[in-house]
């Protein structure tokens, strides 16, 4: 069959009934349920999740992507040559001890192929739609991978998401868009399949890859080939199934109560394997409202109250921080491939879903974690959250890594009434996740740490092999009109990776993978959290460098135009210069950038490192100021770097990619013992503003040490301390290892947030050396309290709040009264 599928033999092929080992001559006999109107209804409704509705398919962007469609099935139509071992030339799936991986990848392609195939035979306007050859082929496709490889008696080998998830969705999806045209014997063939390689006992227990996102997947092949087969008891299984998902976990994956998300143990993931979850949930609420196994209910609307707390905050102007994204962050390089804007499209697509699944939910706050109405106010928020992140992204229809239904879904939220949401003004905590984001007017901003719970980065099937120090303090930032694309332009395909924005890092030269896959590069350091009143915080690193010896305590406050950047205590002995990265801007292909240092243009030669001694400050003109709070030897670097996808992706694509950066950073030089830094960043600042500040001593460093880095803002009525042992810094006294943040306000009170971010503090001490008059209020965990000249608080076992930050509210003395 060299020239690709015959007539004669796509006629001879989907003529007759598969022969499937393990299946008996006759079909199985489940033509009373499986026929049942119920079943019809959720295999028609799951085609319309799958195919989109409510859109004109005449009109824009919705004709192009269906001619598009259209040709890639024809394509994979024409090239289908069936043999034993592979459905096309170059997919072959039979197993090899050498690269088991890329043959199961193989497989998960093939079926892939065949769902493509099936959509857009079903969907209207493809220009194959509903052609006789083209379902022929999807069908004769099937009968060769369910009678070649994918049957009851074969073994799995590879990757088990190929075999368990990845696969049998596509096989379930291309099975219910063919469902006119499926024999019950072949759809018995299809469900035979998936029972041979997703059991129920796939579901038995939350734990290995049956948790988090991985959970909710196989609860949707279960939910499917339930569908598909007519068997209420598999729904069953899969609605049961997903009860472990909707409680927050304490360790481990999945969502934590304070919004954080893990998948693999111990990587961030709101914005991959978190929207993977978000995605096959609003998939399962779509297909089952309204039916016996209906999702809604008080678990589903308090979980969504926790998904609510995790997701917003990483998402900016329409995309979603890489922070948060795993190993995902090298995936890019086609237009098919996600980057952040494009990742968030999906990410908001599931939101949207999600929404109108609420929106049939009457929902009460009795069973609502965010205490709010039901699910009608929620649906409306999120919708409006939506619509706000889609007008100030990029286009949906620009992202060509969206399927149509998507695509629909989205636009429709753009198009309704209601009122886009801003973004918020706010900071947040994950000590779940050892992050932490900033939202200020015009900008905001991310802190990524490691720690023994989270890993300093993921490295898993040749992907993301060099995002070592992803985990090392990697400050990020983004404002409203600038920075926007700093990585969303191939920036992990082209940056160096010993030089992401804020980390303090040893320059020993890494090996691609360093520190393992998975769960394995973790580093043993307690510390990684901190404090926040809601408003500004206090976050702190106890830095342990990836494959060498450097240590580091590192500090960032952040405030209502800055974020203040100290470290101390960077220690190494790996006989190289180590850095702290203050900035590493992508200008993109052929961007510039005009630098003052001290009020004079910095004079960097393109490719040649320059050095400005003693700097006070540097600016950046349509990006940033930066504030020495002690005079600096600044280094800058204007360089071109050329990369590809594959140097971080063994998948990538190796075509060369040229990016121009600004690099400025400080040499603590080799083998230091005790170096420190005091910066502040401040996103968006003019000249003016940068240099005013440089003079003005609006921000205090009242301490910058091993044992305690703290800062006071007068103007803010602000003083906060990192202390990674007892001390005193302030007027702020502590017994053990704590966060502590003060705010004092106008009206005569208060706010003291404390935390104990290397979750050890059998009992915690806290004096704050300042009139007060009464404690106003304090959580359970305060178990006394003193006040008069000054307060003091004595804290009960910490190690049970996970870092969380705990608020005491008080009341001042006035003036001269005690």
């Known amino acids: 069959m060299a020239g690709g599928w015959t007539r004669r033999a796509l006629l001879r092929a989907a003529g007759g009934a598969a022969l499937v080992p393990g299946l008996p001559a006759q079909a199985t006999a489940k033509a009373t349920e499986a026929g049942a109107p119920k079943y019809a209804e959720l295999r028609a409704r799951w085609r319309t999740l799958l195919l989109g509705d409510g859109f004109d398919r005449k009109a824009e962007p919705y004709r192009s992507r269906l001619t598009e469609l259209g040709r890639a099935a024809a394509g994979h139509r024409a090239r289908m040559t069936p043999e034993r071992g592979a459905l096309w030339r170059g997919l072959g799936y039979a197993g090899s001890d050498e690269l088991p991986h890329v043959s199961s990848g193989h497989l998960y392609e093939s079926f892939t192929r065949l769902r493509v195939m099936a959509e857009a035979y079903a969907q209207p306007g493809t220009g194959v739609t509903g052609q006789t050859e083209l379902g022929r082929a999807v069908l004769a496709g099937l009968d060769h991978l369910l009678a070649d490889v994918y049957h009851p008696g074969t073994t799995a080998y590879g990757n088990w998401w190929h075999w368990r998830i990845g696969g049998p969705q596509a096989l379930l999806d291309t099975a219910v868009l063919m469902s006119g045209r499926l024999t019950e014997r072949r759809a018995d063939a299809c469900c035979a399949a998936v029972d041979a390689f997703v059991p129920e006992s796939a579901v038995a227990r939350y734990e290995g890859n049956s948790t988090g996102a991985n959970r909710v997947d196989l609860c949707r092949v279960l939910a499917l080939r339930g569908v ?23 360790s481990g994956d999945g969502f934590h109560a304070d919004g954080s998300f893990l998948q693999h143990s111990c990587v961030p993931h709101v914005g991959g394997y978190g929207a993977v979850l978000l995605g096959g949930l609003g998939m399962l609420a779509a297909l089952l409202r309204g039916s016996d196994w209906d999702l809604n209910g008080p678990e589903l609307r308090a979980f969504l109250g926790v998904v609510e707390r995790a997701v917003p905050p990483f998402v900016y102007n329409g995309l979603v921080m890489d922070n ?140 993301n092999a060099r995002g070592w120090h992803t985990g090392a303090g990697w400050l990020s930032w983004w404002g409203d009109g600038f920075g926007e694309e700093q990585y969303a332009d191939a920036f992990w395909a082209t940056a160096d990776p010993y030089r992401l924005p804020g980390v303090t890092v040893s320059t020993k030269r890494l090996a691609d993978g360093e520190g393992g896959e998975w769960t394995l590069p973790r580093p043993d350091a307690a510390w990684a959290g901190g404090a926040t009143d809601g408003e500004f915080a206090a976050v702190g690193q106890d830095l342990r460098g990836l494959g060498g010896t450097l240590a580091a305590r590192k500090a960032w406050f952040f405030l209502d135009d800055c974020v203040v950047c100290l470290g101390a205590g960077i220690t190494c002995a790996d006989g190289v210069p180590v850095e702290t990265v203050v900035d590493n801007r992508n200008l993109g292909a052929r961007g510039s950038a005009f630098v003052r240092v001290d009020g004079e243009p910095a004079g960097a030669a393109p490719g040649r490192p320059a050095r400005r001694p003693g700097v006070s400050w540097a600016h950046v003109m349509g990006h940033a100021g930066y504030v020495f709070l002690s005079p600096a030897d600044l280094n800058f670097l204007l360089e071109e770097r050329t990369g590809s996808w594959r140097d971080v992706n063994a998948g990538g694509s190796p075509a060369p990619i040229t990016r121009r950066y600004l690099t400025m950073w400080l040499d603590h030089g080799p083998d ?135 608020s005491i509210t008080v009341a001042l003395a006035p003036p001269g009264i005690e």
């Open 228 to 250: 598909l087969g007519g068997e209420g008891a598999r729904i069953q299984l899969a609605r049961n199934a997903l009860a472990p998902v909707f409680v927050p976990v304490t």
């Open 324 to 463: 948060v994204a795993g190993r995902g962050i090298s995936r890019g390089g086609s237009p098919g491939r996600p980057d952040d804007h494009r990742r968030a499209h999906g990410l908001l697509a599931s939101m949207a879903l999600l929404a109108d699944a609420m929106d049939d939910a009457s929902g009460d706050a009795s069973g609502d974690a965010a205490g709010d109405a039901g699910g009608k106010e929620r649906a409306e928020r999120w919708r409006a959250m939506v619509k706000g992140w889609l007008e100030r992204g990029r286009p949906v229809a620009d992202n060509r890594s969206l399927g149509i239904a998507r695509v629909a879904r989205l636009r429709a939220v753009a198009a309704a009434k209601v009122q886009a949401a801003a973004e918020p003004v706010e900071h947040r905590l994950f000590p779940g996740m050892d992050r932490a984001t900033h939202r200020r007017p015009g900008w905001a901003a991310s802190v990524s740490m490691a720690s023994r719970q989270v890993a300093h980065y993921e490295y898993g099937n040749g992907e």
């Open 672 to 806: 230091p013992a005790g170096a420190s830094y005091a910066y502040a960043l401040m996103p968006g600042a003019n000249v003016e503003t940068t240099r005013a500040r440089a003079v003005d001593g609006r921000v205090e460093v009242l301490a910058n040490t091993a044992a305690v880095q703290a800062i006071r803002v007068p103007e803010l009525g602000l003083t906060a301390a990192n202390f990674w042992a007892p001390g005193r810094a302030g007027g702020i006294s502590v017994s053990a290892p704590a966060c502590v943040l003060v705010r004092e306000r106008s009206d005569g009170t208060a706010l003291l947030c404390v935390s104990d971010p290397p979750r050890q503090a059998a009992a915690l001490a806290v004096t704050w050396e300042h009139p007060v008059r009464a404690v106003v209020s304090a959580p359970p965990v305060v178990t006394a309290t003193t006040t008069g000249r000054s307060l003091g608080l004595t804290f009960a076992d910490l190690r049970g709040t996970a870092g969380a930050t705990q």
